[in-house]
Nanobody, 117 residues
Framework: QVQLVESGGGLVQPGGSLRLSCEDSGGRPIFYALGWYRQAPGKERQLVARILSTGSTNYADSVKGRFTISRDNAKNAVYLQMNSLKFEDTAVYYC???????????WGQGTQVTVSS
């Protein structure tokens, strides 16, 4: 069973930075895809950024140039460096993993990011 453990959320002022981390505790082969989604109150969960085992990335338009996703294949870990945070980035952020192209999605427990002055 894939178990994703997230850390790094919190409260930050507009323009500030946070770094989210997520790691699988199971010591499995390299995951095909890792990513981050977010869900704001009253809204659907949306993709923030995704990275494949090849290193290929894609980002939501709203975070391009501000957020950077990276991964450590040895740990099946994924990171999200968030800079120049805005009020509208406030949401619960979920780590996502897809071990291979045929597998279902697995989710972390979610971590709250609040941007407030």
């Amino acid at each position: 069973q894939v178990q994703l453990v997230e850390s790094g959320g919190g409260l930050v002022q507009p323009g500030g930075s946070l770094r989210l981390s997520c790691e699988d505790s199971g010591g499995r082969p390299i995951f095909y895809a890792l990513g981050w989604y977010r869900q704001a109150p009253g809204k659907e969960r949306q993709l923030v950024a995704r990275i494949l085992s090849t290193g290929s990335t894609n980002y939501a338009d709203s975070v391009k140039g501000r957020f950077t996703i990276s991964r450590d294949n040895a740990k099946n870990a994924v990171y999200l460096q968030m800079n120049s945070l805005k009020f509208e980035d406030t949401a619960v952020y979920y780590c996502n993993a897809r071990p291979n192209i045929y597998s279902p999605d697995y989710w972390g427990q979610g971590t709250q990011v609040t941007v407030s002055s």
